[in-house]
């Protein structure tokens, strides 16, 4: 099988590393070995073991019949849609990493992979190395998914390990990440949540088998929290963890992306350092965890080979996936009903105006009050909170 790589940056790279360090074991899993005829980049390479095999133009790999699997690991929408497209068309078919574009356009690329019988994977785009696509799609398929609870971001989840073991700042954290190859230099889609936010979009679409669009979803980073917020956690027995959540409510599904206070308790409670976990939740199964390298150029290489093993393995065999163009109407986020934890400036006297009974916190921090709330809409949180002066919230898991 002669395959073609379009992107050769960390992803791209680690592909054609995985498929050299594990070339007899993937032949022999794949049925038949497999080779890179083309890389695709517009940058030069030389002294690369592939500057033999790079080219600049897609339509090289789109005229040649002797490709059969195209791997994309470029990022962005486009032009990657433009050549994805272009591939399933031309009958080829194609493994993806890049989120931005399964998260818009899955549907439709779905859709014309199984028009011309050929398959369009991206188990690469969601938790790095962490197999989730697949276990949704083929495993957990007599379940009905109520619940899909993730930290699906490593940089985040590293910032704010830092952040709670040795109470460094929010910029502090950041700083680290980058140098350590973990935050891009704008790292907006990260620390908003951006990044996330994205990824239970796709894990909704796959649950439910409609469109969910992002930007539908109600979404936090982490830029507010502070080591403050984190003696007030540790007070309390509880971490703070980037959460992306979708619940599944009567015919639709609430999402949110935000920072959440886990007790101990919680099963993505000791989820550290650049680790992803994901908490699954069926009607039959009850409660499932996925974990493992969220990121990292081999851990996610190997989830795009195995998805190139598949489709080899596949040939002229189109791998149902239950995911339609039709968009799903998600719930207002402010219907939602939480607990949150409430840090003020206010006085108690202001605070029970507000919010009547509430379960104040001790941390030893002077000038403020800090409490929890009882459960009550997201809504209705606003509404009372906007009665004090707030200094922070998080929401209890």
Not at 4 to 29: C, D, F, H, P, W
Not at 127 to 134: F, L, V
Not at 270 to 294: K, R
Request: hydrophobic content about 40%; overall charge negative; some cysteine.
């Amino acid at each position: 099988m002669k395959i073609a790589v379009m992107g050769y940056g960390t992803i791209g790279s680690g592909v054609v590393e995985v498929l050299n360090i594990n070339q007899e074991k993937i032949a022999k899993r794949a049925g038949e070995p497999v080779e890179v005829k083309y890389v695709l980049d517009l940058r030069d390479f030389p002294g690369s073991p592939i500057e033999d095999r790079l080219i600049k133009d897609y339509m090289t790999i789109v005229n040649d019949p002797e490709v059969g699997v195209v791997v994309e690991t470029m990022g962005g929408v486009e032009p990657a849609y433009t050549f994805v497209k272009a591939m399933l068309e031309a009958g080829k078919q194609v493994a993806t990493s890049n989120k931005n574009l399964v998260a818009t356009k899955g549907a439709e690329l779905i859709r014309i992979a199984r028009e011309h019988n050929v398959n369009f994977l991206f188990e690469a785009s969601v938790g790095g190395g962490i197999p989730i696509i697949r276990p949704l799609n083929k495993c957990l398929t007599a379940d009905e998914i109520e619940q899909i609870t993730g930290i699906l971001n490593g940089t985040t989840n590293y910032m704010l390990t830092k952040m709670s073991e040795e109470g460094t700042e929010f910029s502090e954290a950041l700083r680290d990440a980058q140098e350590k190859g973990y935050a891009e230099k704008d790292p907006t889609a990260d620390v908003e949540g951006f990044d996330p936010c994205r990824k239970i979009a796709i894990l909704t679409s796959m649950v439910c088998g409609k469109q969910v669009d992002f930007e539908d979803i109600h979404c936090e980073g982490i830029t507010k929290i502070t080591p403050i917020d984190i003696k007030y956690a540790k007070a309390m027995g509880c971490s703070i963890k980037l959460l992306a959540t979708s619940k599944k409510v009567g015919e639709s599904y609430s999402c949110i992306v935000a920072p959440f206070m886990l007790p101990k308790d919680h099963a993505l409670c000791g989820v550290g350092d650049v680790f992803n976990g994901i908490f699954v939740h069926g009607n039959v199964l009850g409660d499932a965890m996925f974990y493992g390298s969220g990121a990292g150029k081999l851990p996610t290489a190997s989830a795009v080979v195995a998805d190139v093993v598949d489709m080899v393995k596949h040939q002229h065999t189109n791998i149902y996936i239950d995911w339609s163009e039709e968009k799903m109407e998600l719930l207002d986020y402010r219907d939602s009903q939480t607990k949150f934890f409430v840090r003020t400036s206010s006085y108690p006297a202001a605070v029970l105006d507000a919010f009547g009974h509430v379960n104040y916190v001790d941390a030893d921090v002077e000038g403020e009050t800090a409490f929890t709330t009882e459960l009550m809409t997201e809504g209705e949180f606003e509404s009372r909170v906007s009665k004090i002066e707030l200094i922070n919230r998080i929401r209890l898991a």
